[in-house]
């Protein structure tokens, strides 16, 4: 049994999460936070979350997850056959995580516990998210699915990346990066899917018991 740990309130956790639910594989989730102590790292080399268990062995990386998931339940395929579209899922997601969500998590720790926002951070995230989103701009489809006709990881990872990104941006910025992009019908779209409607709910629910 595939064993996710994390939390719903972790967007990479979701992730995972959603290809879980996509490809119908049964897997467990359990509680786990981030943390630098030893006995942490001894599970999760990194200190984050989420990290995964299999019989086999422990891993983290979200993508690493994603991956793994494809190789070894391939009968709901959430990749495209043909090689070249698949380099585009992963460049794609690649570019949403690295130079989008990476850009806007600096100010997560502002938005989520009001710490302070070092001097120029402000000026840089900014300028960041506004060559990731050109970048990003340049290679979304939204026809349907971000990546094209077929539901992909990238689905998996806009569906839960955009909406914090979003978050974080109008919290600090009162504005919204993706204005220009069909964003708000695509969120729509997902919502009509039973997986992200439960990684949402879930979500929702965690929310509504920590009282926030
Ligand atoms: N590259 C990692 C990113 C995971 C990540 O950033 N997780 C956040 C929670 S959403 C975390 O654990 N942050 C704590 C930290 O950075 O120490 C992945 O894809 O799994």
Redesign the pocket.
């Known amino acids: 049994m595939f064993k996710l740990y994390?939390t719903p309130?972790?967007?990479?956790?979701n992730?995972v999460k959603l290809a879980l639910l996509e490809k119908g594989v049964a897997f467990e989730e359990l509680p786990a936070a981030?943390s630098?102590a030893a006995d942490y790292l001894a599970l999760c080399p990194?200190?984050?979350?989420?990290y995964f268990e299999t019989d086999a062995g422990r891993f983290?990386?979200?993508?690493a997850a994603l991956e793994y998931l494809e190789e070894c339940y391939p009968l709901v395929a959430l990749l495209p056959k043909d090689a070249l579209a698949r380099a585009r899922v992963r460049e794609l997601i690649q570019i949403l995580?690295q130079d989008v969500e990476l850009a806007a998590?600096r100010l997560l720790p502002h938005v989520l516990f009001g710490a302070p926002v070092a001097d120029g951070v402000r000026e840089e995230v900014s300028r960041q998210l506004d060559r990731g989103l050109a970048s990003l701009s340049r290679v979304v489809r939204f026809a349907p699915w971000i990546a094209g006709e077929q539901f992909t990881l990238a689905d998996c990872a806009a569906a839960v990346h955009i909406p914090v990104v979003q978050h974080i941006t109008a919290q600090v910025y009162g504005r919204d990066w993706f204005a220009d992009l069909p964003v708000a019908a695509y969120l729509e779209q997902l919502q009509h899917r039973p997986a992200y409607a439960r990684v949402r709910a879930d979500q929702d629910a965690a929310r509504a018991a920590r009282g926030r």
């Open positions: 994390g309130f972790s967007n990479y956790h992730k981030p630098q990194t200190g984050k979350v989420p983290c990386e979200s993508q995580e998590r």
